[in-house]
């Protein structure tokens, strides 16, 4: 079995099963790298989907000033690039089998939820100090999460 890149959730209920991977591997004479971490989960639906609500209604503040250019999409885009930056991705060519790292913008999928999380207080703080005021629907995970932050 190969384990996959992003790592395994370590559960009790697999506890046993991963360990004779590894047991099975180490008599195979592979060498494993172990780092433990705390299991976060990524990014909400609600997240996404709120996220998205943004980058709308930004696109269409901008676009009300003269911003024509800035659609939703170009908004996600200019978010990311701001305030996720890049991160390294291997790309294999199909033909040749030859491999490259090209560098992609980070994906909003992959964040845990408090990565989201601030990743969307700062675009909320950036559409704010433009002046536009972005919808927190009372019950959404965004609006949940900060109240828990200011408590």
Known sequence: MDFPREGVRLTPQNFQAVGEQIQQGLQAGKEYRLRLELYQRTRTLSQNALAHRWFSEISRYLIQRGRTDCSPEWVKQAMKYTYLGFEKTEFTDVVTGERACRETLRKTSRLKTGEMFDFMTRVQAWAMNIGCL???????EFAKLDREQNQ
């Open 134 to 140: 972005l919808t927190v629907p009372e019950n959404c």
